[in-house]
């Protein structure tokens, strides 16, 4: 391509291409499957940044204001920005770090002017679009909570981050510091009871909290299978709605919660306690935090809440939610198997709540949430108003994929191909 691209110009869509490729394969096999790597093997330009270097190089009079790059997520349209206060980006840290999930996003660390470190998660094949209107949606709420006197003493609001999209494609997420998903806190607790029981002798030492909840998901995979007659997925699901009643469904759900302790989440909780008051403590901001979440995500039509998409902060135990793929109701419209419940609130929620009541407790946090959110309907309508009139490109295309599927019978040509991969645990735990 030329020292610095001066060749791109003159080069051809299919040696541009070609090469293009070659790159990516080469990034491919620099980063198997996660881990620490260095900067340079990503962007050479990133790693040999400096904000002195390149700001001596575009002098200008003495004059740097214009050739000033900021650190970004400083800005969330609440209030003017103050230029003065604003931290600059000086240069980034060399490692990177991979994460070993589908899209392999990428933790990057930029280093600031007030000698602290910002760290951002790279996202690519994603559009953060919606991530960043449903965040600057909570912030609204968040706005509303603190004016009204009944949510503002009891603390409730619900914790944003900074989303950055840079493209339809890419974008930047605020890394949350010091946060473990509901998932592997849960894993937490089932590791407790398992090294419990093989003290007892009433479970073989290899077990893991992985193949424990593997092996109830296989069971509640194959009764779906079973009751509903046939290999795809999703028609299964319209079977088994068809055939089964209220008592069987709740009979089987039963037994299959009953394979798991009642009290894991509770127990990985405990883990993180120090004392009986941070224990206490931990509990109450995590009720608060469920409330908000609930009301403010039912508001938001916020939908595949499993647990791995809620986070949850290791010192204060307040949940912070992630990844809005289905929101303002796509996860009923668009879904193969639409989702119906309004929030979670499943047994291992109301268990860790133990001995207090917790519909009762929850239930007096968000009336209080959903009375000022009411009051101040008017300006989150007004905030959810540009959301409508400016639709995302892929709500457009998953309408015209919806269009199609409803003209097909539910396993057909356009849906055979999408059966679920894997069953969550949503109803289970």
């Known amino acids: 391509m030329g020292h610095n691209g ?43 940044f400096d904000q002195f270097k390149g700001l001596e190089g575009h002098r200008r009079d003495g004059k740097l204001e214009g050739w000033k790059i900021e650190i970004p997520g400083q800005y969330n349209g609440l209030k003017a920005p103050d230029l003065c206060s604003n931290v600059l980006l000086m240069g980034f840290d060399q490692v990177l770090i991979t994460f070993k999930s589908k899209q392999r996003p990428k933790l990057l660390t930029m280093r600031g002017s007030d000698e602290k470190e910002y760290k951002f998660v790279v996202k690519g094949g994603e559009d953060l679009r919606l991530d960043q209107r449903i965040e600057q949606l909570f912030e609204v709420m968040n706005v509303v909570l603190t004016r009204d006197s009944a949510c503002s003493g009891r603390r409730l609001s619900i914790r944003t981050y900074a989303v950055i999209p840079v493209s339809k494609k890419c974008g930047l997420l605020q890394f949350v510091e010091n946060t473990s998903t509901l998932e592997d806190v849960m894993k937490d607790g089932l590791s407790s009871h398992i090294a419990a029981l093989v003290q007892q002798g009433q479970k073989p030492a290899e077990i893991s909290p992985d193949k424990w909840l593997a092996k109830v998901q296989e069971q509640y995979a194959e009764w779906v299978g079973r009751r509903g007659g046939t290999k795809n997925m999703i028609e299964n699901y319209h079977n088994l709605y068809k055939k089964a009643d209220h008592k069987e469904v709740s009979l089987k759900l039963d037994a299959f919660r009953a394979q798991l302790p009642r009290d894991a989440l509770r127990m990985g909780f405990s883990r993180l306690a120090t004392s009986a008051e941070s224990y206490l403590a931990l509990r109450s901001n ?20 499993h647990l791995a998409n809620t986070l949850v902060d290791m010192w204060s135990g307040t949940l912070v939610p992630i990844d809005f793929g289905y929101s303002f109701g796509t996860n009923v419209l668009l879904l193969p198997v639409p989702e119906l419940v309004p929030f979670r609130l499943t047994s291992q929620l109301t268990n860790f709540l133990l ?67 894997e069953i969550d645990l949503q109803v289970l735990v």
């Open 355 to 421: 001995p207090l009541d917790a519909v009762g407790l929850l239930r007096s946090d968000m009336v209080r949430i959903m009375a000022a959110l009411h009051g101040s309907r008017d300006i989150i309508s007004a905030v959810m108003e540009v959301f409508v009139k400016e639709p995302l490109v892929d709500w457009k295309q998953e309408a015209v994929k919806l269009k199609r599927a409803r003209g097909t019978r539910v396993g057909g040509p356009t849906s055979s191909g999408s059966g679920l991969e």
């Open 286 to 305: 995590f009720s608060r935090s469920l409330a908000v979440l609930s009301i403010c995500g039912y508001i938001a039509g916020v939908g595949d809440r």
């Open 6 to 48: 001066s060749k791109l110009l003159s080069v051809d869509p299919k040696t541009f291409s070609a090469s293009m490729s070659k790159l990516l394969e080469q990034l491919a096999r620099s980063i198997p499957g996660g881990g620490r790597s260095s900067l340079a093997t990503i962007s050479k330009w990133l790693a040999d």
